[in-house]
């Protein structure tokens, strides 16, 4: 009978804080590309923070994955953002949602699905509508707060 741990099998915990960390780009071609993705995403994040139907915090999870890759510096200073940080770190330390995030996520996803309701002519966009939105609601609703 050994004492030692089993060896892994299967992909890595995403949870495993002592795992390899994020590789960063090593052509300069990649970095400019990977900083440019986040730059995009953290764009499409401050949209979302304005316009009820765009999601925040999704975008934001892209540009820090981004900038992990392109520009760590610039991931940092969005962890270090008063508004955007406390998001950021929730959601890596125990993947909760504020309870404000929830339900402006959901009334957004209530008032898109409303829109589509009033301006669809057929019963499949709706019906793929409802399906999706149904998914995402109770995605961000059985997260911890």
């Known amino acids: 009978m050994s004492l ?24 300069r071609a990649s970095v400019i590309v990977y900083r440019t993705l986040g730059l995009g995403f953290v764009g499409l994040g401050a949209i979302g923070a304005v316009l009820p139907l765009m999601p925040t915090t999704v975008f934001l999870l892209l540009a820090v994955w981004a ?26 330390e125990r993947r909760a949602i504020p309870v404000r995030a929830k339900i402006i996520a959901v009334a957004g996803m209530a008032l898109g699905m409303g829109i589509i309701l009033w301006r669809a002519d057929g019963p499949i966009l709706p019906a793929i509508a409802a399906i999706v939105v149904l998914i995402g609601a109770a995605f961000v609703l059985t997260r911890p707060s």
């Open 4 to 27: 030692e741990p089993p060896e892994p099998t299967g992909p890595p915990d995403p949870d495993d804080k002592t795992a390899e960390p994020t590789r960063p780009a090593r052509s």
């Open 67 to 92: 900038f992990a890759r392109g520009s760590p510096e610039l991931g940092e200073r969005l962890y270090a953002d008063p508004r955007f940080g406390p998001l950021l770190r929730d959601w890596d």
